[in-house]
């Protein structure tokens, strides 16, 4: 099991268009409805520092020389990321979506030896290339195409279905290195990105066989008075709680390093290094709700991990 903690990004090429909307401009007088972006452009923040976005505002009154803000005031209403940079806000419910392919390269500033993409949607194959200017360190092509389970499901099946998920380790120790990253889907159909994670990352300990994996449903169940349901769909959150074996002497160092990520977004891989398994659904962006540990055993000690996501 390890834990990441990911880095702030510079965009250096994308194919995905920033904004379709235009800057913001204090000498622009704009009605009820107008859509803009703002800032107009980002400078990147350095590794250690969230990625900078371009976030997009619908004007809520008549305004002029009211700067929109994050989380939106009286006069904007806050949309979120334009759709180049959902992909980068620490937040694995909005996603980047273009037609075909998503091709798009960063820099992260500092050493790291972790690449995850979650929340893939459409995607048949994920190309991930490290370089440094023009040599190549890292180049894999993964088929993330959900094979079928039998002939019924090849004929008859959800042909659809593909991974949610990718992560690899490369070990990657130049602060100028560039990851690019081209998923590839049907021609003409949408290819989606919730979250592109680059980062250091820290093993905690070996994750013990049988983990509990789920989701929180923020769906809306409500029946009136005559016995009808209505349903309404709304975001999800995946949770895991697993348990893991440390050597007793590992206990305070792990204990300090997930006090650091109290209230901190970190990528949780909870699959079990060793195994020849991986499952995407152990793989969860988001926080930890509790960490407890055993120290009943001499030598090892038990620990117990709550992880829920962000969305």
Known sequence: MRVTKPYGLEITATNIAASSYTAWSSATTYAVGDKVKYPATVTPAGPYLPTPLIR?????????????????TDDWLDLGPSNQYRMFDDRTGTSSVRATSIDVTVEPGAFFDHIALLRLDGALSVR????????????????????ATDWSDYFFGDRDGVRTAVSVTPQVFYSDAWV???????????????????????????????????????????TDVFGNTYLLEREYADRASVQMILETGQVDAVRRELAK?????????????????AYDSLLIFGFYESFDVSLG????????????SLI
């Open 56 to 72: 997009e505002y619908e004007a809520l009154t008549i305004s002029t020389n009211k700067t929109p803000a994050v989380g939106g």
């Open 128 to 147: 991930i290339k490290v370089g440094r200017g023009a040599t190549i360190l890292y180049d894999e092509t993964i088929d993330v195409s959900e094979d």
């Open 180 to 222: 690019q990253t081209i998923i590839t889907g049907t021609t003409g159909e949408n290819v989606g990105l919730g979250l592109l994670l680059v980062g250091r990352g820290r093993d905690l300990g070996v994750t013990i066989e049988t983990p509990s994996i789920g989701i929180e449903d923020y769906s809306t169940k409500e």
């Open 261 to 277: 990520y109290r209230a901190t977004p970190a990528l949780y891989d909870l699959n079990n290094a060793e195994s020849e398994e």
């Open 297 to 308: 055993y001499p030598g090892k000690s038990y620990c117990s991990l709550d992880v829920q």
